[in-house]
């Protein structure tokens, strides 16, 4: 009977422990207060009292990159979809007002490429110095048999603190509170499977020049990373007036800005304030997608949304614009009643029919 090996069976330990190696500088790079150990442990240590916190609550995520990974797989770009990663689970604690304090990530495969994965994980490092927070651990399995060749899948856990006093809670929003609109930097990480079936519809590849961005692939376009909100939306909170915010995600606008607010209010958006940038255009154009369902499916350009007392609105809007954000005045809350929702009007020739 001939000798076997963990190797012979499809799993590389060898692979594993350079990929270690390789990631080791990137981890150390994402360092912040309180961060109390490296990688290579059975466990990670952060010190909540060294990061400056007296009352403090904790704040956890997890997500991950959905169906973009396949984008990213075909086009062998491997670089953005760590920053996707961290940017879903961080900007979700921040709605919180917490601060993302450490990253850990979940990267599967098949087979394990050492370049490739270390591409992910400097993505993840990216993302994790755009959040301010430390990347202080993860896992890296390799399973024979569980992906095709080629195809890996990524999840991130975030944890954050806020101090009990400062959590947002959505509890004082009330009638005349503004809403103010944070523009994503593309469609970010949700509706992937949609845009890879209108692309396959229009018979275009990933290598396609975009029909909708001169001098870029259509690739190229839908890999732009998900915006980090983290320290532009903590800079916003500090200066006073957010009650709530809302980081519209995977059920768009419709769905997401109603789960921050209290009973017997509703958010009154105006399509008016801005036009649909032109990925969503083309993907409302090209897939025949009314307008319902791109504000329940896409961002559609509208990545975050904070929630602001009228009074306070015009410098919380001047703080995120020197934090770099592009800032709109989309609508307001009305009183409502029972259960809060959102409604929309206007919308110029960008947007499709209602």
Known sequence: MSRQSYKEAGVDIDAGNALVEQIKPLAKSTDRPGTLSGLGGFGALFDLKAAGYEDPVLVSGTDGVGTKLKIAIECAKHDTVGIDLVAMCVN?????????????????????????????????????????????????????????????????????????????????????????????????????????????KQGL?????????????????????????????????????????????????????????????????????????PVFAWLAKAGEVPREEMLRTFNCGVGMVLVVKADKAAAAAQTLRAAGETVLEIGEIVPGKGAPRVTVSGGDATWPAA
């Open 92 to 200: 979700d604690l921040v709605v919180q007002g917490a601060e993302p304090l450490f990253f850990l990530d979940y990267f599967a495969t098949g087979k394990l490429e050492v370049s490739e994965a270390r591409d992910v994980v400097a993505g993840i490092a990216e993302g994790c110095r755009q959040a301010g927070c430390a990347l202080i651990g993860g896992e890296t399995a390799e399973m024979p048999g569980m992906y095709k060749a080629g195809d890996y899948d990524l999840a991130g856990f975030a944890v954050g603190a806020v101090e009990r006093a400062a959590i947002l809670t959505g509890a004082g929003v009330a009638p005349g509170d503004r809403l103010l609109a944070l523009a994503s930097s593309g469609i970010h990480s949700n509706g992937f499977s949609l845009v890879r079936h209108i692309a396959g």
């Open 205 to 277: 590849t990933y290598a396609d020049p975009a029909p909708f961005a001169a001098g870029q692939s259509l690739g190229e376009v839908l890999l732009t990373p998900t915006r980090v909100y983290v320290k532009s939306c903590l800079a916003a909170i500090a200066g006073g007036g957010v009650e709530a915010m809302a980081h519209i995600t995977g059920g768009g606008l419709l769905e997401n800005l109603p789960r921050v607010l209290p009973q017997g209010v509703e958010a009154q958006v105006s399509l008016d304030a801005w036009s649909l940038p």
